[in-house]
C-alpha cells in the first residue's frame, strides 16, 4: 500500500447550502450560508457569491450572527470550534477551541451563547444544550474552558429550539414533548401530547418558534398542524389554540420582527403568512419549486428567505414578490444516470430535480441550468409513477446528448431521446423521440469518440439485444435536420447484455453477456473475438488509454480482470469486490472502487502495471456507485510522487448520502490558502493610492511605485464616487492604518498636475525638431556660435548651474506646456520665416536649462507677452 500523506478527501463544490437554515445580514445586503466545509457569502441583489470562508476542517453546522457587532458572524463546525468571521471582508478574527464536537449553534436576545453538543448521561452520550461564556481576548486563539448544561436531551436539528421573549426562556421540541426553561428563574416545564398509536405519529413535534414580544410560542406538527401555546409558565394552566392549513408536517416556523406575522412552510411548496392574533387571516406565495425546509426573516423585515430540499436557497422581497434565487447542486433520491463531465462548459452532468438533468460548474461552485427532459408537470405526491431520467450520455465534444426515460408501471414505458446543441441558445434542443427503443429496460447508452465521418450511439437492454443508433447527415441543399436511425442489432446466444464500452478511437466495442465479454468492430459489426473469465458476471468494463489502450478491464462482484487484446488472453486477475471502475481520459490511471464492511477502499494503477500506485482504505461511507475524472485546466505542479495521478485531472464522486467529496492536495491546498487571505476588490477600482491599500495586485505594488516615484507629478484622478473609496468607508476601523497615514494619502490623490501625453509620446521628435532649428539658423547667417557635434541637452545641464527643487517643478511644467495656440498666432502671421523662427526659438530654449533657469518665471505665467516680444528677442540675439 501507498502512503496519500499530501492528499485528503474533502466536500469541494456541490456542498449542501441548505444544510442549515442561512442568515440575513443586518442591512439585508448579504446572505450568509453553510456550505460543506466552507461559508459562503452571497449577494442578496445579484446572486453572486462574495466570499468563501474558509477554515473549518469538518463539516459546518451553524451560522448566527454576533450580537454585539453586526458585522461579524458565528460559524461552529464538527471540528470543535467557533470562529468569528468579519464577512464583509471575509476576514477570520478569532478561533474559539471548545475541544468537542458541535451540532448547532444559538445566540439568545441577551447575547449568550448556547451550543448543542454531546453530552454523557448514564454513561451513554446524548446530545444537550449547553450555555457557554466566550472569553474577551485579543488573542487569535482562544481555549474555552467550562459549560452549564441547560438540557441534557435535545435534538439537533436547530429549528427544534428557540428563544423566547428577550432572551428570557428558551423552548424545545423533541418527538411528542415541549420543554420550556426559564433562564433567570431557573424553572422548567414539560408539555406532552398524545404519545400511543397513531395518535403518537400525528402530534409529533416538528420544529418551534417563539414569539419575539409576546409570551406565546410556535410549534409545528406532522399532521399539517400549528398549535400556539400561551400560558406555559404555569404547567397545569397552559393553553393552546390550532390552525391547520398543510396536508403534511409543517417543516420550517418564523415569526416576523414586530411579531404581526408568522410564517410558515412545508412539502406543498407554498409560502403560508399567518396574522397573528387573526390567525383566520393568511396570504399565500405558492409556486417556489420544492418543499420548504427553512424559513427566516432579515432583521429589518424586509427580506424573506426560504431554504428548498433541492438545495436551493429563494430570497422574497415584499412579502410577495421572489426576487433572487441562489441555487446549488441538486441532491435528490438517487442518481440514476452516470455522473458527466460536458466538454463544452466543463460542468457537472447529473440528474437534478425530477425529470431534468441539471449542469452544475464545479469551478464557480454553482447551477448553471436545468434541462427539462421528460417535459412533463411533476406530481408531488408518494406511489405515483412517473417518468424518470434513468440514463444519459454525452459525445467527446458536446454536440449530443442522449437521455432514457423510463416509467415503472404495469408495463415498462422507454423513451430514448437524441437533443443537438444548439449555439444560439447556448443549450440542448431535441431532435429525435424514439418510443420503445427495446422491449426491456435499457441497462447501459454511450457513444463512440466523434470523428468527422459518423455518430454512433450504442443501448444495451436487458431485452438480449444491444442497438447501434447512426447519425444520418442531411444534405446541405434541403431544410431538413439531421436524424438517428437504427444501424445494427446484435445478440450472443440468447444472453441479457450488462454493459458496454468504446476504445478510445473507436476502433472497437466490448459487451458484456453475462460472464463474456464479446468484442465488435463498428466499421463492419463483426465479431471479432470473445473473452472469458472466472465465474461471475461482468458488470462494468474499462478500455486502457495512451500506452495501455492495448487492455480490457472487467469487473466482477469478486474479481477485476485484464485481458490483453493483443493475445486475446488474461493478463491478470485479482480478488476485489469492485463497484465502480473508470479510466482517466487523459492519462494512462484508472481508478477502482471496492466495497468493503460499510465502507469503500479506493485503488489506482495502470493496466500494464498490477500493483496500484495509490490506494486509500475506508475513504467514505458507503458503496461508492458515481465518479467521474473531471480534466483540468492546468496540470499541477510540485506534487508528491503518491499523487502524480492527479496531475492531469481531478476525480469526484458521489456517496451514499449524496455528497460530492474531492481529493485535495497540498500545493492546491496551500495555493487556496493564500487566495483566501487577500482581500478582493472589484476590478473597475481605479489604479489610486486606496486601491494600493486594499492590497490587490501585491506583486505589482512594488513596480507601481517606482512609476509613481519617477512620475511623481502625474497622478489619476479619482472618480466621482470611486468605489474604492466607497470600500475605505466601509471598512472596519480595525483593520486599516492610522489615520495620519490614511489623510496623506488622501491629500497626495487629490493633487493633480497636467501633462502632455503629445510630448511623452513623441520624445524623440522633439529633439529633430531641434536639430533642425540649429540648421535654419546657420543658413540664416545667424551670429550665434552653433554647438559642437558631442554637446549634448544632457552635458549642457552639467556644465550649467545647479536648479533647485522649485524651478526643477517649474522647468518639468514648461515642457508639458500645450503650444498649439502659438500655431493659430503663426497662421495668420504674413511674415513666413521670422514665425517659424519665432515659434522654434522657444522650444529651442526649452533644451537648454541655462537660460531658462534664470527667467523661468516669465515664460510660465505669460506665454502669451512672449510671442509679443520674440521680435526684441531676435534683435538682441543679433547684434
Known amino acids: 500500500m501507498v502512503a496519500h500523506a499530501d492528499t485528503r478527501v474533502v466536500h469541494r463544490g456541490g456542498s449542501k447550502i441548505n444544510f442549515r437554515a442561512p442568515v440575513i445580514t443586518q442591512d439585508s445586503r448579504f446572505l450568509i450560508c453553510v456550505s460543506g466545509e466552507c461559508i459562503k457569502v452571497f449577494s442578496t441583489s445579484t446572486e453572486e457569491c462574495i466570499h468563501h470562508l474558509q477554515g473549518h476542517k469538518e463539516l459546518v453546522t451553524g451560522l448566527v450572527l454576533n450580537p454585539s457587532n453586526h458585522l461579524q458572524v458565528f460559524s461552529c463546525s464538527e471540528d470543535g470550534t467557533i470562529r468569528l468571521w468579519d464577512f464583509t471582508d471575509g476576514i477570520l478574527i478569532r478561533t474559539y477551541n471548545v475541544r468537542r464536537r458541535i451540532l448547532s449553534m444559538h445566540v439568545s436576545a441577551k447575547g449568550d451563547v448556547f451550543l448543542v453538543m454531546p453530552v454523557k448521561r448514564n454513561k451513554k452520550e446524548k446530545f444537550g444544550l449547553v ?136 412539502l406543498e411548496s407554498v409560502l403560508v403568512q399567518w396574522r397573528y392574533g387573526q390567525e383566520g387571516q393568511k396570504d399565500f406565495l405558492p409556486r417556489l419549486g420544492s418543499s420548504i425546509k427553512e424559513i427566516v426573516v432579515s432583521p429589518d423585515g424586509s427580506l424573506f428567505c426560504t431554504s428548498h430540499t433541492d438545495n436551493k436557497i429563494t430570497v422574497i422581497k415584499n412579502c410577495t414578490k421572489v426576487s433572487a434565487v441562489i441555487q446549488g447542486l441538486v441532491h435528490g433520491d438517487g442518481v440514476k444516470t452516470a455522473l458527466m463531465v460536458d466538454p463544452r462548459t466543463k460542468a457537472l452532468v447529473l440528474n ?21 427532459i421528460v417535459q412533463q408537470e411533476y406530481i408531488n405526491q408518494s406511489n405515483l409513477d412517473q417518468f424518470e431520467v434513468v440514463k444519459a450520455a454525452l459525445d467527446s465534444r458536446g454536440s449530443w446528448l442522449a437521455t432514457v426515460e423510463q416509467r415503472s408501471a404495469k408495463e415498462v414505458e422507454i423513451s430514448l431521446k437524441l437533443w443537438a446543441f444548439d449555439e444560439h441558445t447556448q443549450s440542448f434542443v431535441l431532435n429525435t423521440t424514439i418510443s420503445a427503443p427495446h422491449d426491456g429496460p435499457i441497462s447501459e447508452i454511450c457513444f463512440s469518440p466523434s470523428s468527422q465521418n459518423s455518430t454512433t450511439l450504442v443501448s444495451v437492454s436487458l431485452d438480449g439485444h444491444f442497438k447501434a443508433w447512426q447519425l444520418t447527415q442531411p444534405d446541405p441543399s434541403d431544410d431538413e435536420e439531421a436524424s438517428w436511425s437504427c444501424d445494427f442489432v446484435g445478440d450472443y446466444h440468447s444472453l441479457e447484455p450488462k454493459c458496454c464500452c468504446f476504445s478510445a478511437d473507436g476502433s472497437l466495442l466490448a459487451v458484456s453477456f453475462k460472464e463474456v465479454v464479446t468484442v465488435w468492430s463498428p466499421a463492419s459489426w463483426d465479431l471479432l473475438t470473445t473473452l472469458s473469465q472466472p465465474p461471475g458476471a461482468i458488470q462494468d468494463l474499462c478500455f486502457g488509454r495512451l500506452s495501455c489502450s492495448k487492455y480490457l478491464l472487467g469487473a466482477t462482484d469478486k474479481n477485476l480482470c485484464c485481458w490483453n487484446l493483443l493475445t486475446c488472453s488474461l493478463e491478470w486477475s485479482t480478488a476485489l469486490d469492485v463497484s465502480l471502475l473508470l479510466a482517466d481520459p487523459l492519462s494512462e490511471n484508472v481508478a477502482a472502487f471496492c466495497g468493503a464492511e460499510k465502507t469503500t477502499d479506493l485503488f489506482v494503477f495502470r493496466p500494464s502495471e498490477p500493483r496500484p500506485h495509490f490506494s486509500q482504505q475506508a475513504l467514505c461511507t458507503g458503496r461508492v456507485t458515481r465518479a467521474v475524472f473531471a480534466p483540468r485546466d492546468e496540470p499541477l505542479d510540485g506534487c508528491e510522487e503518491s499523487s502524480q495521478w492527479l496531475n492531469r485531472s481531478q476525480l469526484y464522486f458521489l456517496t451514499h448520502n449524496m455528497e460530492l467529496l474531492t481529493f485535495l492536495t497540498k500545493p492546491e491546498e496551500e495555493r487556496l490558502m493564500a487566495l483566501s487571505k487577500q482581500p478582493t476588490i472589484d476590478d473597475s477600482v481605479a489604479m489610486t493610492p486606496f486601491y494600493l491599500l486594499l492590497g490587490k495586485h501585491r506583486k505589482r505594488q512594488e513596480e507601481e511605485r517606482d512609476i509613481l516615484s519617477s512620475q511623481s507629478g502625474v497622478r489619476n484622478l479619482l472618480p466621482q464616487g470611486s468605489v474604492a473609496i466607497k470600500e475605505l468607508l466601509h471598512t472596519p476601523s480595525h483593520v486599516l492604518p492610522s489615520t495620519s497615514i490614511l489623510c496623506s494619502m488622501f491629500v497626495s490623490s487629490l493633487l493633480v498636475s497636467v501633462s502632455d501625453s503629445r510630448d511623452e509620446e513623441q520624445p524623440t521628435e522633439v529633439e529633430m525638431e531641434s536639430e533642425k532649428e540649429e540648421e535654419d539658423s546657420e543658413e540664416e547667417g545667424a551670429s550665434v556660435p552653433p554647438r559642437p557635434e558631442h554637446e549634448s541637452s544632457d552635458t549642457g545641464a552639467k556644465l550649467g548651474p545647479v536648479l533647485t527643487k522649485a524651478e526643477h517643478r517649474e522647468l518639468r511644467g514648461v515642457k508639458k506646456l500645450d503650444y498649439s495656440w502659438i500655431r493659430g498666432l503663426v497662421t495668420s502671421n504674413p511674415v513666413v520665416n521670422t514665425t517659424k523662427q519665432m515659434v522654434k526659438t522657444p522650444k529651442q530654449r526649452v533644451k537648454t536649462p541655462k537660460p531658462m533657469a534664470k527667467t523661468p518665471k516669465p515664460m510660465v505665467k505669460t506665454p502669451k507677452p512672449m510671442v509679443k516680444t520674440t521680435k526684441p528677442m531676435v534683435e538682441t540675439t543679433n547684434p
Open 131 to 266: 450555555s457557554l461564556n466566550l472569553p474577551p481576548s485579543v488573542e487569535q486563539h482562544v481555549m474555552v474552558k467550562g459549560h452549564t448544561i441547560v438540557f441534557q436531551s435535545v435534538s439537533t436539528d436547530p429549528k427544534c429550539i428557540a428563544f423566547g421573549q428577550g432572551g428570557e426562556y428558551v423552548a424545545s421540541v423533541k418527538d411528542n414533548v415541549l420543554h420550556v426553561y426559564f433562564l433567570n428563574k431557573k424553572t422548567f416545564y414539560r408539555f406532552a401530547l398524545g404519545t400511543s398509536g397513531e395518535m403518537a405519529a400525528r402530534n409529533a413535534f416538528t420544529c418551534v418558534a417563539c414569539h419575539p414580544k409576546d409570551d406565546c410560542i410556535a410549534t409545528g406538527h406532522g399532521d399539517g398542524k400549528i398549535r400556539l401555546w400561551r400560558n406555559f409558565n404555569q404547567e397545569k394552566e397552559y393553553t393552546f389554540s390550532t390552525v391547520h392549513w398543510h396536508h403534511s408536517g409543517v417543516n420550517a416556523l418564523c415569526f416576523t420582527p414586530e411579531g404581526t406575522n408568522l410564517l410558515s412552510g412545508g
Open 352 to 372: 437534478g430535480k425530477p425529470g431534468h438533468l441539471q449542469f452544475y460548474s464545479l469551478q464557480r461552485d454553482q447551477q448553471l441550468y436545468n434541462l427539462d
